[in-house]
């Protein structure tokens, strides 16, 4: 199913934009089964206005062990001069394949090239303002490729693919609802190649020396790779990436939750992988970034006997011209490899906040940061890495860090020759405030993480163990330019704590104690003070 619509001075549509394709291939379809559906949308020389919903899918079943089969679901809406889209979009693409068949070929709807691949689902969506102009978006955004392979013969790379790309030149970019972007794929296949979930989602101003804020609600991006056949199997390969950039020359990002989780799960008893990276990357490179939380999320898995190896790969990075704001989500980066019976696991954990670089910038953050790293296996030289890394010293003039909440780097590697690191990094222009206990670092290796090297405290401070099995590092690097104030949540003042208190009459006012009002399964039964 094909459409496209071109106009040289712009193109508007009042209603809904729906595109769908169905393909059934049964038990004897011996040759090939494609679900096509490809929405174009080119305003070269103006805007593009969609006063409804975009709904783009295509679903494809082909159950007979001949032919190929493959699925794509493709918006593609280009302007130069602005683009709205006042409804949600959806494109979504299904597969469920016995087929064994390999190979791609190009086909062109308007004048755009797609190709086509056999073995995948690819939805994606491309929302591209060429040049000055803002892009609207009033709804949410959803983009998902699912695909399942039954058959056990496979020995060539199959998966599914989520891109969603949403953009301008020089201008805003909002969008209204949430955004979800997802890749699921999993394969029964049991001789080699690899099954594949790429999830990946740019939202951002791409202009050299462009302006321009970009403001969208929660941003979840998910890819999980399922290998389950049996033998040497294939590779799991799970990759779920978030990129969000506002203006070079000025421009602030504003966010709800961020959220990127990739899990890559290889069930193989041969010497291949279950991998899997989840990054979180916001800039803005000329202004402020304000996020509600971030957490990555990275799992790479090989539970069965056999030679598999695992990594994992987890990252947020905040880096922005002036202050960088996070909620009370906080934020949370954590990668799990585990070879419990295979030869080898690699786990990195990383955060990094950086503000600043125009001057002027703080770091508030109201929430925990923790970096969790844990690499085990059945082999030697496991590697887990944690680090947190908070940096408001890049400015010339002023800069605090702020954390309401407790800072932790956590690195764990089991069970021979293993290397574990955990460090903490935290840099201030000015102040460094924490209400939370003492920043830890820990790392552990060896045969049950006997091999330990600890640090907490508000002060520079490493430790370096080395003993039977492992290596451990444990590393806090703080540095102030005025004063660091640790206040730890006990030792919170009394007033501070009846501020605290779930009451709808808060119990103090400027002039300190008034009342705390209390009740009895939930009837009012008078006051105290």
């Avoid at 990252?315 to 909620?327: D, H, M, R």
């Avoid at 944690?386 to 407790?406: C, D, E, M, Y």
């Amino acid at each position: 199913a094909f459409v496209a619509l071109q106009g040289n001075n712009g193109v508007h549509v009042s209603g809904n934009l729906l595109v769908d394709a169905l393909a059934n291939g049964e038990t004897f379809a011996f040759s090939n089964t494609w679900a096509i559906a490809d929405l174009q949308v080119d305003a070269d020389g103006g805007s593009v206005t969609i006063g409804g919903n975009i709904g783009v899918h295509a679903n494809a079943q082909h159950l007979d062990g001949e032919g190929g089969a493959g699925v794509v679901a493709n918006v593609n809406i280009e302007a130069s001069s602005g683009i709205t889209i006042n409804g949600n979009v959806s494109v979504t693409a299904e597969l469920k394949s016995n087929a064994t068949r390999t190979g791609s070929f190009n086909f062109t709807v308007g004048d755009e090239n797609v190709k086509f691949s056999f073995g995948h689902a690819l939805a994606q969506l491309l929302v591209d303002n060429t040049s000055t102009g803002n892009v609207t978006i009033g709804g949410g955004v959803q983009v998902i490729a699912n695909a399942e392979f039954d058959n056990p013969s496979l020995g060539v790379d199959v998966g599914a693919s989520a891109n969603a790309v949403i953009e301008t030149s020089s201008g805003n970019v909002t969008i209204g609802g949430p955004v979800f972007v997802q890749a699921k794929a999993k394969s029964a296949g049991n001789n080699s190649g690899s099954v594949d979930a790429l999830a990946n989602v740019f939202i951002g101003v791409t202009g050299k020396g462009a302006s321009g804020n970009v403001h969208v609600g929660d941003v979840t991006v998910v890819a999980t790779a399922s290998a389950t056949g049996a033998n040497a199997g294939q590779a799991a390969i799970a990759e779920a990436s978030m990129l969000i950039f506002a203006g070079q020359s000025s421009g602030n990002v504003t966010a709800g939750l961020l959220s990127a989780r990739a899990e890559g799960i290889y069930l193989g008893s041969g010497a291949t992988a279950g991998s899997a990276n989840a990054d979180i990357l916001v800039f803005a490179e000329g202004g402020n970034i304000r996020v509600q939380g971030a957490r990555a999320y990275a799992d790479g898995d090989v539970p069965n006997l056999g030679a598999g190896r695992a990594s994992a790969s987890a990252e947020i990075k905040l880096q922005a011209f002036g202050a960088i704001g996070v909620g009370s989500g906080g934020l949370y980066a954590d990668a799990d490899a585990r070879a419990v019976n295979g030869s080898h696991a690699n786990a990195s954990a990383l955060i990094e906040v950086d503000a600043g670089f125009g001057g002027l910038g703080n770091v508030f953050i109201d929430g925990n940061v923790i970096s969790l790293a844990t690499a085990i296996s059945d082999g030697s030289d496991n590697n887990a890495h944690a680090n947190v890394h908070l940096n408001a010293a890049s400015s010339g003039t002023f800069g605090n860090v702020a954390v309401v909440g407790n800072i932790e780097a956590l690195a764990f590697a089991d069970a021979i020759s293993d290397h574990a690191t955990a460090s903490v990094e935290i840099f201030a222009h000015n102040n460094i405030f924490i209400i939370g206990n003492d920043p830890i670092a820990s790392a552990r290796s060896g045969p049950g993480g006997a091999v330990l090297a600890f640090r907490q405290a508000d002060f520079s401070t490493s430790t370096s163990v080395s003993g039977p099995g492992g290596h451990s590092i444990a590393d806090i690097d703080i540095r102030a330019g005025d004063q660091v104030i640790v206040i730890p949540p006990s030792s919170i003042d009394h007033d501070g704590k009846l501020f605290a208190l779930p009451v709808d009459t808060p119990p103090l006012d400027s002039n300190g104690l008034t009342v705390i009002p209390l009740s009895i399964d939930g009837q009012d039964c008078g006051v105290l003070g």
